[in-house]
């Protein structure tokens, strides 16, 4: 996550990646870019449909933040930056807050209406049904944001022809995946029974040849079926394709279907 | 439910005549959380303890049962192929696995009595 405040930029980054991350940025930065390290923040996530009047509750004028707005907010009486994001696909906010503070304020959120504790096992079902992906599993050093699906993180000027164009991190490849198509990409995968296919299982077509592999598997609650994600060749990443899994020795049908599972229900603002 | 025996992966067993129906345990599904899918063996097959026998899914995780017999498959429970979910609301009824024809009933001295794997959930809480 990148929030632009000003003239800084605050960097959330997956914390498996951050001495990477922080290497990378250390390496590039320009002359008279500073950047800090700040370690004494935690991150609470109130997410889901009534996570706006919840929060309202404690933290006046948090739901005038629209999708992806970020805020300094008082939330219980402690300063907080307050953004409308999350990775479940629903509506939500991530509370930063000092750390020595977030238990209290955890405590806090927990008494009110329609608040309950998740654990990461939830997490990761919302953002399987939301096809959000989960780095390790669905992106890492060995995929591209093209191959991914997410083509909307490389602005257009930084594409070929652009003003800034290329210059970071994979851009050859990224960009002549941007004008020509990526050989593999990213799609929706529908077992046709009831067991759950998860992340490994090998993809085959229906006449035996391994053409892929699941990155992310479980059962999707909302549609009461299991779902998974998984990179083919782009020859077979239509929707409605037919491929078989292999679990556990046995072979099953799959589909290939387009993402998310569930629609996104984030707050945007017109 | 004096009548059943227990193993420490938190299977049930219960034995009528030669004949031992096999599930898991309440402890057993409400750590696994909301089943989603059972993969039984096939009817007429032939098992030994410790072999892999019935697959279980959950919204959390897949799981092996193992086989605390040797013997005969004689049934399984099909119903919960369109209702895994009976194995959450009754494990150690309408749940059940499997039914095994056992070649000797001493299979089961080994397994626990319900005050034994009582003392074992405790000392796992």
Redesign the interface.
Known sequence: MVYRLGDEYCLVVNAANKDTDVALLEKNAIPGIGITLNEDRALLALQGPQAAAALESIAPGATKLGFMQAAQIKVADQPCFVTRSGYTGEDGFEISIDRRSVSELASTLLTLEGVTPVGL?ARD?LRLEAGLCLHGNDIGPDTTPIEAGLQWAIPACRRSGGERAGGFPGAERILSEIEQGASRVRVGIRPDG???V?AHAPLLTPDGVHVGEVTSG??G?SLSA?IAMAYVPASLSEAGGALEAQV?NKTLSVTVCNLPFVAHRYHRKP | MTDLKFTAEHEWARLEGDVVTIGITDYAQDQLGELVYVELPETGAQISAGQEVVVIESVKAAGDIKSPVNGTIIEVNAALGDEPEKVNEDPTGEGWFYRVRVESTGDLDSLMDESAYQDLISSLD
């Open positions: 096992g079902t009831k067991a759950p998860r479980g059962f609650p299991p556990r």
